[in-house]
Nanobody, 124 residues
């Protein structure tokens, strides 16, 4: 059974940077596409980044494009989300997710495994 554990969240000020990590265990990490989602109180879960396992293709929504960067280290079974120029509206619980499919698109239904989330709070 795949398990995902996120870390790196915290309280930062607007304009700051933060890097989240997601450690994958229980499966062959290099054959999973990985995504990051976030959910703020009262809102639906939102896709913020994804990276496919087959070609390493990255996906980002317009809301974070140019500020967030997803990467993966297959030697450490870890996925990262580097977040720059953070805004108060980036405040949310951030989740990583794993999919056996080759592409990490924004549809949450393609992800079979989810972490418990890490809180990111951006103060103005």
């Amino acid at each position: 059974q795949v398990q995902l554990v996120e870390s790196g969240g915290g309280l930062v000020q607007a304009g700051d940077s933060l890097r989240l990590s997601c450690v994958h265990s229980g499966g062959t990490f290099r054959y999973y596409s990985m995504g990051w989602f976030r959910q703020a109180p009262g809102l639906e879960r939102e896709f913020v980044a994804g990276i496919g396992w087959s070609y390493g293709i990255e996906y980002y929504p317009d809301s974070v494009k140019g500020r967030f960067t997803i990467s993966r280290d297959n030697t450490k079974n870890t996925t990262y989300l580097q977040m720059e120029s953070l805004k108060p509206e980036d405040t949310a619980v951030y989740y990583c997710a794993a999919s056996k499919g080759p592409f990490a698109r924004g549809d949450p239904s393609i992800y079979e495994f989810w972490g418990q989330g890490t809180q990111v709070t951006v103060s103005s």
